[in-house]
C-alpha cells in the first residue's frame, strides 16, 4: 500500500479482482475492518472509511482502477492505522 499526502491508501488491487465484483455499497472485507466499496469517492459518505475505485490503474474504465481505502475530508492512515506496505486483504 502506497498513502498519499491526503491520507488515502492507494492499493495495487482492482475492482475486477474482486470475486464477485463490488456494487456500490457492498462490504469488503479488509485487515483494517469491513469497509463499504463505492465506485466514485463522492459516493462514499462523510467522514467514514470506505474503498472506492481510484483515479489510476492499469487501464480504462472503472473495473482497472486500483481500490483505495478513504476518509471523504478526514485522513484514512491515521484514522484506520495502516502504513506504506500493510496488505490490505
Known sequence: MYIDEFGIGKTN???SDC?????DGDDIA???GT???YRRLNDAPLGKPAIVSGSSGL???VHHRFLEIVIR???AAKMLGFKVGDSVF
Not at 19 to 23: M, Y
Open 59 to 61: 487501464s480504462a474504465g
Open 73 to 75: 475530508d478526514g485522513n
Open 30 to 32: 479488509t485487515k483494517f
Open 19 to 23: 470475486s464477485p465484483f463490488p456494487r
Open 35 to 37: 469497509l463499504k466499496y
Open 13 to 15: 488491487i482492482t475492482a
